[in-house]
């Protein structure tokens, strides 16, 4: 990968975007990006509860995000393709450690930028401070439909806002493994109910239920 396509990838990354070839080359002189390359495995590249003290883009491939629930009543599988950024609000704060494990899928290309060259270097560009805290934003508005959830809507809108909220893309495949006991009480409705909208949505082609967990091709696509 020369120079020119590793800006090209770069300039597509959440936190990257709208910064021009000049600040690029000036953030690849000062913070030394480098490109590694890991083949598919199912061993992980990081672990739920690794230490968080860089930052990861995927500039290509495609990884498998698994995340257990913090309460462990379920897990969520899911497909992740480039270009993407692992967990970058987990890069400050009390607790920085990672919140999923990561496998990769396919052949992959990821850039590693230190904390310290993202605190003394990025920071200092007024472009990336702005998308930075638009993500960290994005994840607050998140968080807090989830924990609004069992409010102000329907069942069945209460249980793709839960969806929703527990994956990273709207692209890709996604599963998640979880009891129907639990999903009600998350979303705060009965049992009866939530068995009765996950069997519409299944007849409707939606998702695909199977033995504790249920199948999403399209996120996008649940209404």
Known sequence: MNIREMYSILTQMPLLQGLNGMDLAKVEERVGISINIMEASNQPFLQQGDICNELIFLAEGKFTKKTVSEDSRFTTWEEIT??????PEQLYGLTCKYNSTYFTKTRCSMFTVSKINVTNHLMHL???RINYMNMLSAQ???LRRQNTNKYGENARQKLITFLNCNFMQTEGEKNIQIKMRDLAEYIGETRLTVS???NE???EGQIELKRMGIIIQNIKLLH
């Open 82 to 87: 480039a270009p993407a950024v692992i967990e």
């Open 126 to 128: 007024d472009i990336f």
């Open 140 to 142: 607050i508005h998140k």
């Open 196 to 198: 009765c909208i996950l």
């Open 201 to 203: 949505m299944n007849k």
